[in-house]
C-alpha cells in the first residue's frame, strides 16, 4: 500500500521534495539533508513535513477502497 501510494503522489510534488522524504525515511538527520541539498533546514522539515501528509491520505484512501462496502439488507 505504501508503494502504491507513493507511486501516485510523484507527480504531485515538484523539486527534491520525494527526494527529502527518502533520505528522511533512511534516517539521515535533517541538517545533512539540508547540507546535501543546498536547502535550510527548515525547508526540510516542511518538505518532509507536506509529503507525510499527503502520503498519509492516500494511504488513508488506497485502504477504504481496499474495504468491503457493507451492505444493509432489508
Do not use: C, H, W
Not at 507536506?50 to 468491503?68: F, N, Q, S, T
Amino acid at each position: 500500500v505504501m508503494q502504491q501510494a507513493m507511486a501516485q503522489i510523484q507527480p504531485a510534488f515538484k523539486g527534491q521534495a520525494i527526494e527529502v522524504f527518502e533520505l528522511n525515511l533512511k534516517g539521515m538527520p535533517a541538517a545533512e539533508i539540508a547540507k546535501n541539498t543546498g536547502l535550510t533546514i527548515s525547508s526540510v522539515y516542511t518538505l518532509t513535513k507536506r509529503v507525510k501528509r499527503r502520503i498519509y491520505m492516500e494511504v488513508r484512501a488506497i485502504v477504504a477502497d481496499l474495504e468491503p462496502v457493507e451492505t444493509v439488507e432489508e
